[in-house]
């Protein structure tokens, strides 16, 4: 939705390095102008399943809180959408902030897999920052093998 620079790029390591969860509000009102969008519009007509980007179980138990899951609420109540749980993260990794390109790529691969049941046809996926790309492609890779049909991206910032 957004350049990950000036006031996005505080608020995403305020959230996501300092806990600073009260910038929910702020992302809220950021995120309304940002989910503006004519062709992301059509695409919520299809009543996609919000998936938010899962953080490996220890990450997410040290920092107390998903930051995605945070950013997939906002847009799930936005088009009154359902949050679906139908990926998990199976392996720990080192932040990809830390890493190079070549680095980050090989960092994800087998980082996921589809939980148990039928997950929809249509998946809308939320993280809070692109950078290469990689995460994302690699849960996207995961959840059409898992029978997803088409899934989008939703990222507060690249």
């Not at 300092?18 to 992302?27: N, S």
Request: aromatic letters at 8%.
């Amino acid at each position: 939705m957004f350049k990950y620079k000036g006031i996005i790029k505080i608020a995403v390591k305020a959230l996501k390095y300092q806990f600073l969860t009260d910038v929910k509000g702020e992302l809220s009102e950021l995120m309304d102008k940002g989910l503006e969008d004519e062709e992301l519009s059509e695409f919520v007509k299809l009543k996609p399943g919000i998936q938010a980007m899962p953080l490996f179980w220890k990450r997410e138990n040290w920092r107390g809180f998903n930051q995605a899951e945070i950013l997939a609420k906002i847009a799930a109540n936005k088009f009154n959408l359902p949050i679906i749980n139908g990926l998990e993260r199976v392996k720990e990794t080192k932040p990809q902030a830390e890493l190079s390109r070549k680095e980050r790529l090989k960092n994800v691969k087998g980082i996921f897999k589809a939980k148990p049941g039928r997950l929809p046809r249509q998946i809308l996926l939320v993280d809070d920052v692109w950078t290469t790309g990689a995460t994302i492609k690699e849960a996207v890779r995961v959840l059409k093998k898992a029978g997803a049909e088409r899934i989008w991206s939703l990222t507060l910032a690249r």
